[in-house]
């Protein structure tokens, strides 16, 4: 349940950068979401159905989104508070927190067309074993995008698909 708690951080983090699209800005992204589809609760284990909901809120003149929300499985849900940034050079910077970690796993990345890649800068600690972690976000348009992420040990290059979700704006288009 730790590794899902984890990996579902990190995926609300990746759910909200700053587009590629030149006319979704941040505010464009500001509201209510959920999502559907697959991930892994644990190192190793096979994708799982799992279901989310976030919100989303503005700051920073649009520069800043506060995210907050939860994802759930079969096993648990996971709450999961973070902060993403858009550095307007081009690249991303985030962070999440969580009552399950000490600290908080810190995100940077880039965006290229319609695909945003995070990764984690720091690898995070599972059971004795150090853990990297990508995102890739296919922003559709200003209601509906797809993540993905993968994961693999820190001295392999061995990644594992662990999350496949699509999340969609609920309350109508913006």
Not at 59 to 67: A, F
Not at 70 to 98: E, F, K, N, P, Y
Request: charged fraction near 15%.
């Amino acid at each position: 349940m730790r590794w899902f708690v984890v990996s579902c951080a990190l995926a609300v983090a990746g759910q909200f950068v700053s587009p590629a699209h030149a006319d979704i800005a941040f505010a464009d992204l500001v509201g209510d979401w959920t999502a559907s589809g697959q991930v892994v609760a644990q190192p190793n284990a096979p994708l799982e159905s799992s279901r989310c909901r976030v919100s989303v809120s503005s700051g920073n003149n649009g520069r800043t989104l506060t995210v907050q929300g939860r994802c759930a499985i079969a096993a648990g849900v996971a709450h999961v508070t973070m902060t993403v940034v858009d550095r307007q050079d081009g690249t991303i910077g985030g962070s999440v927190t969580l009552s399950t970690l000490e600290g908080a796993v810190q995100l940077a990345g880039s965006r290229h067309d319609d695909v945003i890649s995070l990764t984690t800068q720091t690898a995070m600690l599972f059971e004795g074993q150090h853990y990297w972690s990508r995102l890739d976000i296919t922003l559709n348009d200003t209601r509906q995008f797809s993540l993905k992420e993968w994961t693999a040990v820190q001295s392999t290059s061995d990644w594992q698909l662990t999350r496949d979700l699509l999340f969609q704006r609920q309350g109508g288009a913006r």
